[in-house]
């Protein structure tokens, strides 16, 4: 669960006032996209959700733990609750596929055998069978970005966070892979996808937060794209 109550963000760098006043909730187990236009504030909710930055005030819960009063020490338990997945893959190149996944379970200590036990399960998850030795170069946009989301879910997070996921994609594989994010979503999973794709929200009849100049402007299920002409 995520909520966020009048949240305001400065950034003391620039002054700029990135959010002002932005408050929803998401409940466990929604499918949720946040939209907007460049600028519109939609990073700085990531990066708040994700503990990267601090709000200037306002109250913020993700999944139990309370962002403004966080220790940072804590910050790494709140980040296994989260699975974030960033546009640009981020993998390892000089590591194969099983590598990339395994990587991400031996980072909170888990045991070789639940390794051996997770991973082959979140590749097959993903359609990613057969491809346990291949390296990021060998992979396609479309494969990559799968690699990207099993990584993610390979230490069961209560919520994915999705950052512009399809924006390195063709139509047909961004919809592949809105497709699994719904399988996904279906098994439990919360998930927040962050897009200014038209397009691929109107495909999915979701939740679509709305937000513009660092406030909301719509919530609902028609979305923000949904009455445009």
Do not use: W
Request: charged residues 25%.
């Amino acid at each position: 669960m995520v909520q966020l109550n009048n949240v305001r963000m400065v950034y003391s760098s620039s002054g700029t006032e990135a959010l002002n006043g932005v408050s929803f909730k998401v409940d466990d187990g929604e499918f949720v996209f946040l939209v907007g236009p460049s600028g519109s504030g939609k990073t700085t909710i990531m990066k708040l959700i994700t503990g990267e930055v601090n709000a200037t005030s306002g109250r913020i819960i993700v999944n139990d733990f309370d962002m403004r009063r966080i220790k940072r020490r804590k910050l790494p338990q709140m980040r296994r609750t989260l699975g974030v997945i960033f546009q640009d893959f981020r993998l390892i190149e000089n590591m194969t596929v099983y590598d990339n996944v395994a990587f991400a379970m031996r980072v909170v200590g888990a045991s070789n055998r639940q390794i051996r036990k997770r991973v082959p399960y979140v590749l097959e998850l993903v359609g990613l069978e057969g491809r346990e030795k291949r390296f990021p170069n060998e992979l396609s946009g479309g494969e990559q970005q799968r690699v990207a989301i099993a990584r993610a879910l390979v230490n069961n997070p209560r919520m994915i966070v999705a950052d512009e996921p399809t924006g390195n994609l063709d139509p047909v594989r961004s919809l592949e892979l809105m497709l699994l994010f719904e399988k996904i979503n279906s098994m439990g999973t919360t998930i927040m996808v962050v897009t200014h794709e038209k397009e691929l929200v109107n495909a999915f009849a979701k939740r679509v937060i709305s937000i513009d100049n660092g406030v909301v402007i719509g919530d609902g299920m028609d979305g923000y794209f949904g009455n445009e002409a």
